[in-house]
């Protein structure tokens, strides 16, 4: 009866801060003095707004909450308001959320307290009522110290909870080898819930990062959960995995030293394995014979709040959208639970992805995972990774120990992001040119994560500020143009991988992978026969000086046949951060006419982990439509371009085995890939003459760009 009286009360107070944010009060004159109208004229009057402008106003709010004076006036003028009334809206509207967070947060403390209470009432009896663990009957406290009755008692809990798990544990696991459901729905050969992917008419609509209130087009396919996990025991050993995994990063985000040690530059936390080893058990068993490990730390401070960031995170198509550099596809399995009060504090959910680094040399990293989501502190939040291959029985190459991140929120709006990568994989399966990249850390670890989220939230921040950059083009042009750029890269990304769509290999070596698929002509593809060729090389040069050297457009005719016939000229760039690496270009061809043939669209990405160079040609009518900030969804485009990566091999002073020269450890791993439509028509056949073709155009590309670098030797 007490709930139910306190939720009627929670609505009456909810209707009054409801009316509160949508009404304006209004003095009483105090010009009459006719007793008999005292009491009325003292009364508050209301000022209730239309239906129309208080969705304005709501608008207005979840876009900036705290409005200048300038900003109210316009909106005041906009719906006919006074800029006092706007004001007094918006504080109203601050206050009524705070309150209904305020009201939120002491449900949780309550449960907590209740919690808590709770195991302080078994403790004190089982502390009144100690038992012998020789004879089973009570013991004497006098014989012993209290301090080894305490250890007695903490040792008998741990104890009942090891068994009780063991026992869920052996259920579970009995169920999975008897077939259960649950086994049939997730797929016993490894990541057969993705096959559907193939198929682009499977593909959902965009739920990704929220670019001007508006979402960028969601290039990656995701399915829906299709799953369900309805045994309780089930549900609980995900959950006491989850619970063990979020303990572990907190304490790996919090310990330093000796856990923790830095690199001789000091930019860079790899984790101490002995003291691992000493400090933790193993959480998801014990590491198979033939895996290494992977550990790296790092922490930033990254313009995005603890609810946008923890929001991207636990959203599948955000998150794939957030890093798709690392992701290839991901799925939500099964929503276990979906959080607490409306808010994703105690979130669960089986995932799977594919993690990729872009080159034809490292196969992606399949994995099932959970995801937990926990809020800490009333500012910190935690969100966990941890495999769960090993209790489906699945054949893996990496599998994911406790890994994620640690939000907290920094009083300028910010939010200090602590990140931990934890990975053990087989090292077999990778070539020797990449081993030392990924035993650095620098292509999977916290870094790489930390660096895609800065550019990210950079770009967000640059293409939401009002200040004027070099490109001249108004707000919805960028939008366009940076809609088109992203979709161009996550289908360069998707080619080198071989994730989203259906390829058959045509041929493969060592360091060369020739595909072809048919499209139909989704997505922004031109339809035909799409026939592409990827290699990796390594090279002499830095990564920096080899991405100065493909981005200066006088060296462009070292490497594109568009140039050879004159120098191509820039004709917009659009800055995406500070970093003159990170750009956004439209270059042209300076031999064509002007307003006819094809107009060149160029991406560049660059961070400490690596570089990428993507183009494609566009038509110029095309192209007009999207810079006049035009749908750029229709728009076909084949993308080709270049990753780099750094060799990361330890200074030998001579050639090293596995690379094709000499060097310390500042070379490079170039990626070369390219597209190109051999027919408009899916049913035609492939044939030799254009395999030929492709092999001689990758051949040219990668001649002329070591004569431009004089590195042939």
Same mark, same amino acid.
């Given at each position: 009866?007490?709930?139910?009286?306190?939720?009627?009360?929670?609505?009456?107070?909810?209707?009054?801060?409801?009316?509160?944010?949508?009404?304006?009060?209004?003095?009483?004159?105090?010009?009459?003095?006719?007793? %008999?109208? +005292?009491?009325?004229?003292?009364?508050?009057?209301?000022?209730?707004?239309?239906?129309?402008?208080?969705? &304005?106003?709501?608008?207005?709010? /979840?876009?900036?909450?705290?409005?200048?004076?300038?900003?109210?006036?316009?909106?005041? /003028?906009?719906?006919?308001?006074?800029?006092?009334?706007?004001?007094?809206?918006?504080?109203?509207?601050?206050?009524?959320?705070?309150?209904?967070?305020?009201?939120?947060?002491?449900?949780?403390?309550?449960?907590?307290?209740?919690?808590?209470?709770?195991?302080?009432?078994?403790?004190?009896?089982?502390?009144?009522?100690?038992? #012998? @663990?020789?004879?089973?009957?009570?013991?004497?406290?006098?014989?012993?110290?209290?301090?080894?009755?305490?250890?007695?008692?903490?040792?008998?809990?741990?104890?009942?909870?090891?068994?009780?798990?063991?026992?869920?544990?052996?259920?579970?696991?009995?169920?999975?080898?008897?077939?259960?459901?649950?086994?049939?729905?997730?797929?016993?050969?490894?990541?057969?819930?993705?096959?559907?992917?193939?198929?682009?008419?499977?593909?959902?609509?965009?739920?990704?990062?929220?670019?001007?209130?508006?979402?960028?087009?969601?290039?990656?396919?995701?399915?829906?959960?299709?799953?369900?996990?309805?045994?309780?025991?089930?549900?609980?050993?995900?959950?006491?995995?989850?619970?063990?995994?979020?303990?572990?990063?907190?304490?790996?985000?919090?310990?330093?030293?000796?856990?923790?040690?830095?690199?001789?530059?000091?930019?860079?936390?790899?984790?101490? !394995?002995?003291?691992?080893?000493?400090?933790?058990?193993?959480?998801?068993?014990?590491?198979? *014979?033939?895996?290494? +490990?992977?550990? +790296?730390?790092?922490?930033?401070?990254?313009?995005?709040?603890?609810? &946008?960031?923890?929001?991207?995170?636990?959203?599948?198509?955000?998150?794939?959208?957030?890093?798709?550099?690392?992701?290839?596809?991901?799925?939500?399995?099964?929503?276990? %639970?979906?959080?607490?009060?409306?808010?994703?504090?105690?979130?669960?959910?089986?995932?799977?992805?594919?993690?990729?680094?872009?080159?034809?040399?490292?196969?992606?990293?399949?994995?099932?995972?959970?995801?937990?989501?926990?809020?800490?502190?009333?500012?910190?939040? *935690?969100?966990?990774?941890?495999?769960?291959?090993?209790?489906?029985?699945?054949?893996?190459?990496?599998?994911?120990?406790?890994?994620?991140?640690?939000?907290?929120?920094?009083?300028?709006?910010?939010?200090?992001?602590?990140?931990? @990568?934890?990975?053990?994989?087989? @090292?077999?399966?990778?070539?020797?040119?990449?081993?030392?990249?990924?035993?650095?850390?620098? *292509?999977?670890?916290?870094?790489?994560?930390?660096? $895609?989220?800065?550019?990210? #939230?950079?770009?967000? %921040?640059?293409?939401?500020?009002?200040?004027?950059?070099?490109?001249?083009?108004?707000?919805?042009?960028?939008?366009?143009?940076? /809609?088109?750029?992203?979709?161009?890269?996550?289908?360069?990304?998707?080619?080198?991988?071989?994730?989203?769509?259906?390829?058959?290999?045509?041929?493969?070596?060592?360091?060369?992978?020739?595909?072809?698929?048919?499209?139909?002509?989704?997505?922004?593809?031109?339809?035909?026969?799409?026939?592409?060729?990827?290699?990796?090389?390594?090279?002499?040069?830095?990564?920096?000086?080899? !991405?100065?050297?493909?981005?200066?457009?006088?060296?462009?005719?070292?490497?594109?046949?568009?140039?050879?016939?004159?120098?191509?000229?820039?004709?917009?760039?659009?800055?995406?951060?500070?970093?003159?690496?990170?750009?956004?270009?439209?270059?042209?061809?300076?031999?064509?006419?002007?307003?006819?043939?094809?107009?060149?669209?160029?991406?560049?990405?660059? $961070?400490?982990?690596?570089?990428?160079?993507?183009?494609?040609?566009?038509?110029?009518?095309?192209?007009?439509?999207?810079?006049?900030?035009?749908?750029?969804?229709?728009?076909?485009?084949?993308? %080709?371009?270049?990753?780099?990566?750094?060799?990361?091999?330890?200074?030998?002073?001579?050639?090293? @085995?596995?690379?094709?020269?000499?060097?310390?450890?500042?070379?490079?791993?170039?990626?070369?890939?390219?597209?190109?439509?051999?027919?408009?028509?899916?049913?035609?056949?492939?044939?030799?003459?254009?395999?030929?073709?492709?092999?001689?155009?990758?051949?040219?590309?990668?001649?002329?760009?070591?004569?431009?670098?004089?590195?042939?030797?």
């Amino acid at each position: 009866m007490e709930n139910i009286r306190e939720m009627g009360l929670i609505g009456e107070t909810y209707e009054l801060e409801s009316r509160s944010g949508s009404d304006n009060i209004e003095a009483g004159s105090g010009d009459d003095h006719n007793p %008999s109208e +005292t009491k009325s004229s003292k009364r508050k009057k209301y000022h209730r707004h239309t239906t129309f402008q208080i969705q &304005e106003l709501e608008s207005s709010f /979840k876009d900036n909450p705290h409005p200048d004076e300038k900003a109210r006036l316009e909106l005041g /003028k906009r719906l006919a308001l006074e800029g006092k009334q706007v004001k007094f809206w918006f504080q109203n509207r601050r206050t009524q959320m705070k309150t209904q967070l305020e009201r939120h947060e002491n449900s949780i403390l309550k449960q907590e307290n209740e919690k808590l209470r709770i195991e302080n009432i078994t403790m004190k009896e089982a502390m009144r009522n100690p038992t #012998c @663990e020789t004879c089973g009957s009570q013991a004497i406290l006098g014989e012993v110290p209290i301090e080894h009755h305490h250890l007695m008692i903490e040792n008998a809990r741990l104890k009942d909870e090891l068994s009780r798990l063991g026992i869920l544990a052996s259920k579970f696991l009995t169920r999975s080898n008897n077939g259960s459901n649950l086994e049939l729905a997730v797929g016993r050969n490894e990541f057969s819930g993705f096959n559907s992917m193939d198929n682009p008419s499977t593909m959902m609509p965009s739920l990704g990062l929220d670019f001007f209130g508006d979402r960028v087009s969601n290039y990656f396919p995701v399915m829906p959960p299709q799953m369900s996990v309805d045994a309780p025991f089930d549900k609980s050993v995900f959950l006491e995995l989850a619970l063990a995994a979020t303990d572990e990063l907190i304490k790996l985000a919090q310990v330093d030293s000796p856990l923790w040690v830095r690199n001789l530059e000091g930019n860079r936390e790899s984790l101490n !394995l002995e003291e691992y080893a000493k400090t933790f058990p193993p959480c998801i068993g014990v590491k198979p *014979a033939h895996f290494v +490990t992977e550990a +790296t730390r790092a922490s930033e401070n990254v313009m995005i709040n603890s609810t &946008e960031l923890i929001e991207t995170l636990m959203d599948v198509n955000q998150w794939t959208e957030m890093f798709p550099w690392n992701i290839g596809r991901a799925s939500i399995v099964d929503v276990i %639970s979906p959080g607490m009060s409306g808010s994703r504090n105690g979130a669960l959910q089986l995932m799977q992805a594919e993690f990729q680094i872009l080159s034809p040399l490292v196969p992606p990293r399949q994995v099932k995972f959970v995801r937990f989501c926990k809020q800490h502190k009333e500012d910190t939040w *935690a969100v966990v990774d941890v495999s769960v291959d090993t209790l489906f029985n699945m054949p893996m190459n990496c599998r994911r120990l406790p890994s994620g991140c640690i939000v907290q929120d920094m009083p300028n709006g910010c939010s200090k992001v602590t990140w931990v @990568e934890h990975t053990e994989y087989d @090292e077999n399966s990778i070539h020797q040119l990449y081993q030392p990249i990924l035993r650095s850390g620098t *292509a999977f670890g916290a870094q790489k994560w930390i660096a $895609d989220l800065r550019k990210q #939230c950079e770009l967000f %921040s640059v293409m939401m500020s009002s200040t004027t950059d070099n490109s001249g083009l108004p707000p919805s042009s960028k939008k366009s143009m940076v /809609k088109l750029a992203q979709r161009m890269t996550r289908n360069f990304c998707s080619v080198i991988c071989s994730t989203v769509h259906k390829w058959e290999v045509v041929q493969s070596s060592e360091n060369m992978r020739i595909m072809v698929r048919k499209s139909m002509g989704n997505s922004g593809e031109p339809s035909g026969i799409i026939l592409s060729s990827t290699t990796t090389v390594w090279m002499p040069v830095s990564p920096h000086h080899l !991405l100065e050297f493909l981005q200066n457009v006088n060296n462009r005719a070292h490497w594109d046949g568009l140039s050879r016939d004159g120098p191509m000229q820039p004709m917009l760039r659009i800055p995406k951060s500070q970093d003159f690496g990170n750009t956004i270009s439209l270059l042209r061809s300076t031999t064509m006419p002007a307003g006819n043939g094809m107009l060149i669209l160029q991406e560049t990405c660059s $961070d400490e982990s690596g570089s990428m160079i993507v183009h494609a040609g566009v038509e110029t009518a095309y192209m007009n439509a999207v810079v006049g900030g035009g749908d750029p969804s229709g728009v076909a485009i084949l993308p %080709s371009g270049f990753a780099i990566a750094p060799d990361c091999f330890p200074d030998s002073g001579g050639a090293h @085995e596995g690379r094709l020269g000499g060097g310390g450890g500042s070379e490079s791993l170039l990626t070369v890939v390219f597209q190109m439509l051999v027919s408009n028509t899916p049913a035609a056949q492939l044939t030799m003459e254009s395999v030929e073709t492709v092999k001689s155009l990758i051949a040219r590309t990668l001649q002329g760009i070591k004569d431009g670098l004089q590195c042939n030797n």
